[in-house]
C-alpha cells in the first residue's frame, strides 16, 4: 500500500516536503487559492516557494500553479511526477495535469464538496483548500487566519462556512483517487 | 534571523522594494508580461513610477535622470529591449551620474511572448554589466547590488530575470530601512554625454577600461559563490536553472554565477579544474558555456534541443544524463479566447466575412488568429501591423491589396503604430490603406494599464490625453471614424466595407471599454469629476 493510502487508513497527515498543484480555468481563484497555502505554510515556519504563470491564462484559459513547502524548497515548480497533490477547480483541468501527480497522489476535485450547500458557487477553491488542509498538518484556525487575510473581511463568514464544508468533506461518496493504483 | 520580518514576495515584488529601499527616486518603462508587477509594486510602496508610452522614451527617462544624479530603473520585458537597444548601447558610453538598473525579464517558453530570445546577449553586445538572480531573495539583494556597481562604475548595469524567478512566490528577509541617496543635481560634462563621433570614440574606451575593472573585480565578487559538493560532478549554472539543477544533483558542487557579465573566468577555470566532470546548465541560449568554452575552459553543455523551452529538474537530469530522445509534450490545456462579450469580437467576426488579409499586432486581440475568428495572418512585434499592412498593400496584386487592413489595439498604437501611420501617410499605397485601432481604453492583456491614449497615469490619475482620433486627423489621414462596435449591429462592418471600398487611407478606431476594467472605470471617472470639482471650487459632484 502507498504513503498516501496509508496515510488516510490512519488519519496521519501527509508530512513536508510537500508539492501541491491548484488547476483550473482563468477567473475560478487559482491564483488566490494558492496564496493562502502558501501564506499558511509560511506562517507555520516551512520555507515555501509558489509558482504562476499569468499572462494569456487571464482569458478563460488552463492556469495551474504550484506550492511546495518544507525545511528547504529549492526550485519553483513541482516536478512532474513529484505532486503530492492535485487540486481541480475545474474537472475538465485534471487530465491535463495528472501526469504532475507522484504514484500514490491525491486529487481533488468539485466532486469533494457537496457544491449545492456552498455559500456562493465561486467559493469553491475555499472550499476545496478545506478538503485538502484536512491532509495538510497546518491548524484549522491558521488555515482560517490566512483565508481571512485573502479576501474582503465581509465575506469571511461565507467563505468560513465554504472551507469547513470542503474540510469536513462528503460523507457518502469518495472524493479522491489515487493516480497509481 | 528575525521571523517577523519575513515576506514572501515575487521576484518582481522582491525588485520594487529593494528599489524603493534604495532610495530609487524614478521608475519607468513600459508593461510586458513578466515585467509589470515590478514597477506597480514600487508605486504601490510609494516610490514614483510612470509608464512611458514605449520601452525606448522609459529608457531614455531613466537615463536622463540618472545623468542628473538619480537612482533610476526602467523595467521592460525581453522584447522591450529591443525597442530600448538604442538609446542602451550608448548610454553604456555615456555612463551615468547616479544609478541606472535596466530590468529585463525574459520569458523562456513563451508563456506570453512572441520570441523568447535570450537577453544576456544584450549585456555582451552594449557592454554593461549583468546580475542574474535565481529566487526572490537574490532579486532583492542583485536589485540593491546592481545600484551600488551602477554608482561605482557609473555604468547602467542590466538585471535580468526571467519568468519564474519574476511570477515566483519565494522567501525574502529585507534589510531594514530605506537608503538617503545622493541628491539629484547637474553637473556638466558634455565630452562624457554627448555622444558626437570626436567624444564618442573616447567613450568607448572608457566603457571597455571600465569592463576591464569590473571583470577584476567580479573575480572575488561574492554574487557568485561556490555550493561544495562532489568531486565528479561540478555545475556551473545562473539564474531559475541554479534551483533546478541543485534539487536534481544535490550531490553536485556547483558554481552558481550571480554576476555574469563580464565573466569571472579565473573563477570558472578553477572550478572546473578542482571537479571530473564539469556541466554548464543554463536555460535558453548556450551564453555560458560559449563564453567559457571561447576562454579554453572545457566544459559540457547541454544538447541543442534543450535551448527550446524552459528548463525544470526533470529536464537537468536529462541534460546531465546526455538524454536527446524526444521528450513527450504535456497534455495540451485550454488555450485563452477574448472573452465573451468583447466588442473586439465583432470586429474578428466581419474581418472573417470580408475575407480581410490582416496585419495584426500584439495585445488580447492576437488571439482573433485562433478559432474561432482565424482572421490574422501576421503578428511580428509591437507595432509591425501598419509596416507590415503598408509591404503587402505595396507589392500585391490589386484584387488581394485591396483585402489588407492593419489591426493594432490602442496601447500598442501609441508604443510604436504611430510612426507606422506616418509611414502610411508619407508613402501611401496606391490601393490606400486601412488601419483598425482597437480601443478598449487600456493594456488589456498585461493585466489593464494605463497609457497616454486613456488620459490617467500609472495611478490611474488624471493626466494628459492623446487623442487618437486627432493624432490620425494631424497626420493627414481624413478617413478617420470612430465606431462602437457592437453585437447584432452592422455598424462596423458597414464602416470597414466603406472604407475598403474607398481606396483612400482610412483609420478606424473601434471604441468601447474592456468588459474586464467596467467597475474600475466607473470608479476612476469619480475621481476624476471629484478632482474637477475641487479645482473649481464647488461642491463635489460625485459625493452630492
Not at chain 2, 541543442?304 to 524552459?310: D, I, P, Q, T, V
Not at chain 2, 488568429?369 to 496584386?397: I, K, T, Y
Not at chain 2, 488581394?400 to 504611430?418: E, K, L, M, N, P
Request: proline share 7%; net charge neutral.
Amino acid at each position: 500500500m502507498n504513503n498516501a493510502a496509508n496515510a488516510r487508513k490512519t488519519g496521519s497527515l501527509a508530512p513536508p516536503p510537500c508539492n501541491i498543484v491548484v488547476a483550473g480555468l482563468g477567473g475560478q481563484g487559482v491564483l488566490t487559492a494558492t496564496d493562502i497555502i502558501a501564506d499558511v505554510a509560511l506562517r507555520a515556519g516551512y520555507d515555501v516557494k509558489k509558482s504562476a504563470i499569468k499572462g494569456m491564462s487571464q482569458r478563460g484559459g488552463s492556469v495551474a500553479c504550484d506550492v511546495r513547502f518544507g525545511a528547504e524548497i529549492l526550485s519553483p515548480m513541482v516536478p512532474a511526477g513529484e505532486a503530492d497533490f492535485l487540486l481541480a477547480l475545474e474537472p475538465t483541468q485534471l487530465e491535463p495535469n495528472r501526469h504532475l501527480l507522484r504514484p500514490g497522489g491525491v486529487t481533488i476535485e468539485p466532486s469533494a464538496v457537496d457544491t449545492a450547500r456552498l455559500p456562493q458557487k465561486k467559493m469553491l477553491n475555499v472550499a476545496l483548500l478545506g478538503a485538502l488542509s484536512a491532509r495538510l498538518p497546518m491548524a484549522e484556525a491558521a488555515w482560517l487566519e490566512s483565508v481571512r487575510s485573502a479576501f474582503d473581511p465581509k465575506y469571511f463568514d461565507a467563505n468560513r462556512q465554504a472551507f469547513l464544508l470542503g474540510r469536513a468533506g462528503r460523507n457518502h461518496q469518495p472524493h479522491e483517487t489515487n493516480a497509481a493504483a | 534571523m528575525d521571523d517577523r520580518n519575513k515576506l514572501l514576495l515575487s521576484g518582481d515584488e522582491a525588485i520594487a522594494l529593494a528599489a524603493w529601499h534604495a532610495g530609487v527616486a524614478l521608475g519607468t518603462g513600459y508593461p510586458g508580461t513578466p515585467s509589470t508587477e515590478i514597477l506597480e509594486s514600487f508605486s504601490a510602496l510609494g516610490g514614483r513610477a510612470q509608464w512611458s508610452p514605449n520601452e525606448k522614451v522609459a529608457l531614455e527617462v531613466a537615463i536622463g535622470a540618472a545623468f542628473g544624479g538619480a537612482r533610476a530603473m526602467a523595467t521592460m520585458k525581453h522584447v522591450g529591449l529591443n525597442v530600448a537597444s538604442d538609446p542602451l548601447f550608448t548610454a553604456a558610453y555615456t555612463g551615468v551620474a547616479g544609478a541606472l538598473v535596466i530590468v529585463s525579464a525574459d520569458d523562456p517558453g513563451m508563456h506570453s511572448s512572441q520570441n523568447e530570445q535570450d537577453n544576456r546577449r544584450y549585456a555582451v553586445a552594449a557592454g554593461v554589466p549583468m546580475l542574474e538572480p535565481s529566487d526572490s531573495q537574490e532579486a532583492y539583494d542583485f536589485m540593491l547590488a546592481a545600484i551600488e556597481i551602477s554608482e561605482r562604475w557609473k555604468i547602467p548595469v542590466l538585471l535580468r530575470a526571467t519568468t519564474r524567478v519574476c511570477h515566483s512566490y519565494t522567501v525574502v528577509w529585507p534589510r531594514s530601512g530605506r537608503d538617503i541617496p545622493p541628491a539629484a543635481n547637474f553637473v556638466r560634462d558634455v565630452k562624457g554625454r554627448v555622444m558626437v563621433p570626436g567624444y564618442a570614440r573616447a567613450a568607448h574606451r572608457r566603457l571597455r577600461q571600465k569592463l576591464s575593472e569590473i571583470s577584476a573585480w567580479n573575480e572575488d565578487c561574492a554574487l557568485n559563490r561556490i555550493v561544495p559538493g562532489g568531486k565528479s560532478l561540478g555545475i556551473i549554472t545562473s539564474g531559475i536553472s541554479f534551483m533546478h539543477a541543485r534539487e536534481a544533483v544535490p550531490e553536485a558542487g556547483v558554481l552558481k554565477l550571480g554576476f555574469t557579465h563580464p565573466l569571472p573566468l579565473r573563477k570558472i577555470a578553477a572550478f572546473a579544474q578542482s571537479v571530473e566532470r564539469c556541466v554548464v546548465i543554463e536555460e535558453g541560449d548556450p551564453y555560458l558555456a560559449e563564453a567559457i568554452r571561447a576562454a579554453g575552459i572545457p566544459v559540457d553543455a547541454k544538447p541543442e534541443m534543450y535551448r527550446f523551452g524552459e528548463l525544470d529538474v526533470a529536464r537537468v537530469r536529462r541534460i546531465l544524463a546526455g538524454e536527446t530522445s524526444p521528450e513527450t509534450a504535456p497534455p495540451p490545456g485550454k488555450p485563452p479566447q477574448l472573452c465573451e462579450g468583447c466588442s473586439y469580437r465583432v470586429v474578428f467576426d466581419s474581418l472573417r466575412r470580408l475575407k480581410c488579409i490582416v496585419a495584426g499586432d500584439i495585445g488580447c486581440y492576437t488571439l482573433g488568429a485562433l478559432q474561432p475568428f482565424e482572421a490574422m495572418d501576421s503578428c511580428v512585434c509591437m507595432g509591425a501591423s501598419l509596416g507590415v499592412g503598408l509591404g503587402l498593400r505595396h507589392v500585391l496584386p490589386a484584387e488581394q491589396a485591396r483585402r489588407v487592413v492593419s489591426v493594432i489595439g490602442d496601447s500598442t498604437f501609441v508604443h510604436s503604430g504611430i510612426s507606422g501611420l506616418v509611414e502610411m501617410a508619407y508613402n501611401p499605397p496606391p490601393t490606400g490603406h486601412v488601419v483598425i485601432i482597437l480601443d478598449n481604453g487600456t493594456t488589456a492583456m498585461t493585466g489593464h494599464q494605463e497609457h497616454p491614449g486613456t488620459g490617467r497615469n500609472l495611478n490611474h490619475e488624471p493626466t494628459g490625453k492623446v487623442v487618437l482620433e486627432d493624432m490620425a486627423r494631424s497626420c493627414g489621414i481624413r478617413r478617420v471614424q470612430v465606431i462602437e462596435p457592437r453585437a447584432g449591429s452592422d455598424a462596423f462592418e458597414h464602416a470597414l466595407v466603406e472604407a475598403l471600398k474607398s481606396g483612400e487611407l482610412a483609420v478606424l478606431i473601434a471604441r468601447r471599454p474592456c468588459i474586464l476594467i467596467a467597475k474600475e472605470l466607473k470608479e476612476y471617472e469619480q475621481r476624476e469629476q471629484r478632482c474637477q470639482c475641487q479645482e473649481n471650487g464647488e461642491p463635489c459632484a460625485a459625493t452630492v
